[in-house]
């Protein structure tokens, strides 16, 4: 049994050996549970890296009549969270559209829910 053992691995190319113990290897140290899901960034972490150029203390510097106050929000039908996650999701006028699918431009569903929540929460506080 031990010469055909040897037999065979002597005519095994070394990736053909190298491959399975590779394999295992990162199987062995992959991250497993919630550690291998992708971190979900925070409303207010999403907002001050991509909305607050334009909407810095929930003014509008475009359009200051649109601005995210929850005066403004109730004039214009965004006092939902699906109204505003849509707005985010979708854009509007200037506004890009944040639901791409490429993480480098968009956001994940989860990311525009939480800062359609942050949007929502600080308007109500005035955003104070």
Known sequence: ANL???????TCKPLQLLMPMA???SLAIAPTGSY????????????????AACHAGGQNLVNPSKALTKEALQKYGYTTEDKVVE????GKAG?????IKSK???LSEDEIRN??????????????
Do not use: D, H
């Open 36 to 51: 291998a899901q992708e971190v979900t960034r925070s409303g207010q972490e999403i907002f001050e890296t991509k909305c």
């Open 104 to 106: 480098r431009l968009g």
């Open 4 to 10: 055909a053992n040897n037999n065979i691995l002597m």
């Open 95 to 99: 506004m890009p559209k944040y639901a």
């Open 87 to 90: 707005i985010i999701s979708n």
């Open 23 to 25: 394999v295992a290897f």
């Open 115 to 128: 800062t359609a929540k942050y949007v929502l929460e600080r308007a109500e506080q005035g955003w104070k």
